[in-house]
C-alpha cells in the first residue's frame, strides 16, 4: 500500500476530486492548511488595516491505496491540480506498512 499526499490550491479541489472519482478512487481526507514557499506575500487589508501575509492557504488531500493504483491518482492531481504558476502545490509519495480499521479491526488492504 501507498499514501499519496498532496498540498494544492484551494481553487482546485473541485477539480481534483472530480478527476480522482472519475478514475474510481474512493477514501480520500481534505484538509485546510496554510504554508510559504516559493510564492511571494500579499497583502491583506483586514478591518481596515493593512497587513503583509507570509503564508497561502492551501488543502491538503491524502489517500491510501493499493500500489498499482498510485500511478493513475498522481497523474490525476497533476493534471487538474497545476496552474503552471509558482504555489500549485507538491506531491508526496510514501510506503504504508500497515493499516487498521478501528471498528473492525480489518487489517491491510481490507481496512481501507
Known sequence: MTKV?????????DAV?????????QGLTVSDAHGFGRSNCHDVVFRGTLYEIDSRPKLVLEW???????????RAIVRDAGTG??????IFVSP????????????GEAAL
Not at 64 to 74: Q, Y
Not at 85 to 90: F, L, P, S, V
Request: proline fraction near 0%; hydrophobic fraction near 40%.
Open 17 to 25: 476530486v472530480e478527476r480522482l472519482l472519475t478514475i474510481g478512487v
Open 96 to 107: 504504508i506498512d500497515e493499516v487498521i480499521s478501528i471498528r473492525t479491526g480489518e487489517r
Open 64 to 74: 491510501v491505496g493499493a500500489d498499482e493504483d498510485v500511478d493513475g491518482v498522481i
Open 85 to 90: 504558476q509558482t504555489g500549485d502545490g507538491k
Open 5 to 13: 499526499q498532496a498540498t494544492i490550491r484551494v481553487d482546485r479541489l
